[in-house]
């Protein structure tokens, strides 16, 4: 990452910047046609993909957080924090919700 000394641009500076940039929509651009989603993990809930993630996209896939392992970490412990957070957060962006696959080849 370039730094400019005396040049300081906040988080949300940058969000705005890169709003402007990034017209239109793509999820509205095709909203008509069809869904346009992305994999979301913890980690982009809070962090500057979840403007982008918010405003481009109308579908989500959890991208780890609903495969069996991090479900049930040992049998007969589950664990649904995660699975929870990403279901409300696509919730509350409404969101198309696809969970994860029930049986993998692995």
């Given at each position: ?29 095709f ?21 982008l993630?918010?405003q ?5 896939v ?10 049930q ?20 962006n ?10 993998w080849?692995?």
């Amino acid at each position: 990452m370039l730094s400019v000394a005396g040049c300081v641009q906040t988080e949300s500076d940058q969000i705005e910047s890169n709003n402007a940039s990034l017209q239109p929509s793509l999820a509205e651009s095709f909203s008509d046609s069809f869904l346009i989603g992305t994999a979301i993990a913890p980690a982009h809930y809070e962090r500057l993909q979840s403007e982008l993630i918010r405003q481009h996209f109308n579908a989500a896939v959890a991208e780890n957080v609903m495969k069996s392992l991090y479900l049930q970490p040992e049998e007969g412990a589950f664990y649904w924090d995660d699975a929870d957070a990403f279901v409300e957060f696509a919730e509350a962006n409404d969101m198309h919700i696809t969970g994860h696959t029930l049986a993998w080849h692995s």
